[in-house]
């Protein structure tokens, strides 16, 4: 019974893979296993989005769970494949498809990847150096050219709103306890304000359903007041029809969508539409 217990600890308790970056023996080996998996692959898909399909549905069943990645106060890079939020699914199925792209399978090019993804201009700072906002995480990452926003190409209109749900919900984040990161979180917010954003609203989402393609980044708009995005997940076409392949709070684990995206978003009032990313053939 002892080595059990010494093994779960082993396994399970964080460890500090350098200075700053976080995981436990179990996610590592997870995160390698799901690697040597795509590198196996006799004919890998030739497009991304299906990479992305098939990297996703490797984390079917996965536990969703909140703020994985709210360690403390000081930024740390969370690497977590055993409990996921909608961001963080996302996040580990964008780097893996990306590395499958590219031949590449080494877990340090997994981490990497995690980094420049999640953080302002790739690079970790501190806190408010998390790209907080999914709008500003699909800007950013257009720049990094990642991926393209194609909302607007596809029939999205003028998504006219003031981000500032963080700066004043101050309470509701620790890290913000901190005046110099609320005052950079209120900067950033600023800067949110004066880019062009475009949303396709939740009534027409079936009209465009055809012209967005298995594996594409869908974000959830919402009519709470002063955030931008409550939801994200993947496309993928399922019967004639577009569903959502997303770590659901509603099962709590990572799932495809029974019902087709327009009825799924049709039982949730706050969602008020998409926006629609596409992710860049490397």
Excluded at 204 to 212: P, S
Excluded at 235 to 243: E, F, V
């Amino acid at each position: 019974m002892k080595s059990i217990q010494v093994l779960v600890i082993i396994l399970f308790f964080p460890i500090i893979l350098d200075a700053q970056v976080v995981c436990t023996l179990k996610d590592k080996q997870l995160a390698t296993g799901h690697l040597k998996a795509l590198r196996a692959v006799s004919q890998p898909p030739a497009s991304i989005g299906d990479k992305v399909v098939l990297v996703g549905k490797r984390f079917l069943g996965t536990h969703y769970v909140a703020k994985t990645l709210e360690t403390g106060m000081d930024e740390q890079l969370v690497i977590n494949q055993r409990e996921l939020d909608c961001t963080t699914f996302l996040e580990n199925v964008v780097v893996m498809s990306a590395l499958w792209e590219e031949n590449k399978y080494d877990f340090q090019d997994f981490q990497n990847g995690i980094e420049y993804l999640r953080y302002r201009d790739g690079k970790r700072l501190d806190y408010p150096s998390r790209l907080h906002y999914f709008s500003e995480w699909i800007a950013n990452n257009e720049k990094k050219g990642i991926l393209k926003d194609i909302t607007k190409e596809i029939g999205g209109r003028k998504f006219d709103k003031t981000i500032n749900f963080m700066s004043t919900h101050r309470s509701a984040y620790k890290q913000l306890s901190n005046p110099t990161y609320w005052e950079e979180i209120k900067a950033i917010e600023a800067k949110l304000a004066q880019r062009e954003m475009y949303y396709i609203p939740k009534s027409e989402v079936a009209k465009v359903e055809g012209k967005i393609k298995d594996g594409d980044l869908i974000a959830l708009t919402t009519s709470i007041k002063a955030l931008d995005i409550v939801h994200v997940g993947f496309a993928y076409h399922k019967n004639g029809r577009l569903h959502f392949l997303h770590a659901s709070t509603g099962s709590n684990r990572v799932e495809i969508s029974k019902k087709p995206l327009v009825e799924y978003m049709q039982g949730i009032k706050s969602q008020s539409g998409i926006m629609v990313a596409r992710l860049n053939e490397r």
